[in-house]
């Protein structure tokens, strides 16, 4: 059984980055409801845990070298977000690992079978998939790869 706030981290992280790279290079609005759903604070003004963390999971895409902003709106989200080279780079990047029995279709242009096998392409698919096991395993792979660069 997985840890659950792990889960909402991968989809989090996953989410943000794949939002920013359809905006760069042009620096964006990021607010949390955006990625995690909406949240109703409670009687004292503060955050559901799920709205904290993902919160959280975009101050440490910053601080770990992957976005870059200007401010932050209280809680609500970051203003002036773009992807720094790092993260660029990554998502535009050759996958290091494919998913099991991936070939492409050979009756594709090179260019476009070489654009499905960036860490991008591969994102939003486990993105669209929904799935918990496949955005956790396009995330793991896509910080190994990063931290072997």
Known sequence: ????H?????KDAGKILAQLYRAFPRKTLLLVEDISG???????GLHSVRHQACFGTAIWLAESGYIRYAETLRQEGLDEVVLTHKGFT???AR???????YLGDSDLPESVIAAQQTN?????EALKSG???EIGQVMQQMLLQSHQH
């Open 6 to 10: 792990i889960d909402d981290f991968y």
């Open 38 to 44: 909406a949240d109703t604070p409670d009687e004292y």
């Open 131 to 133: 799935s918990s096991v």
């Open 95 to 101: 996958a290091n690992h494919l998913p099991e029995g």
């Open 120 to 124: 991008i392409h591969q994102l939003r």
């Open 1 to 4: 059984m997985s840890d659950l």
């Open 90 to 92: 990554l998502l535009s």
